[in-house]
């Protein structure tokens, strides 16, 4: 309403645009602390997956090496694999 109330209200016409104004920074502050929680919530999650990432890249390495070293494929058989990885990476 803004002047309208001024106009015809006076003073009770500020307050009550006042009110309506502390209203929406309250509105405002309650979705910054959201999007700021969703925030920290989604870095969480991403440090974890880059953590688990990490480490099924070691096993997988563990892995082609046991592989490798028990004769089940030979490290020419490994090398377009790690080829293609490296190349993702």
Do not use: C, H, Y
Not at 11 to 22: H, K, Q, T, V, Y
Not at 24 to 42: G, V
Not at 51 to 58: A, G, T, V, Y
Request: no cysteine.
């Amino acid at each position: 309403m803004g002047w309208l109330r001024t106009l015809f209200l006076g003073d009770i016409g500020n307050r009550l645009d006042i009110s309506d104004n502390e209203d929406r920074i309250r509105r405002m502050r309650a979705a910054i602390r959201k999007n700021r929680r969703a925030d920290a919530s989604q870095d969480e999650r991403l440090a974890l997956l880059e953590r688990e990432n990490e480490q099924l890249e070691i096993l997988v390495s563990a892995l082609a090496q046991m592989l490798a070293a028990r004769g089940v494929i030979d490290e020419e058989e490994l090398a377009p694999f790690v080829a293609a990885l490296d190349d993702e990476v």
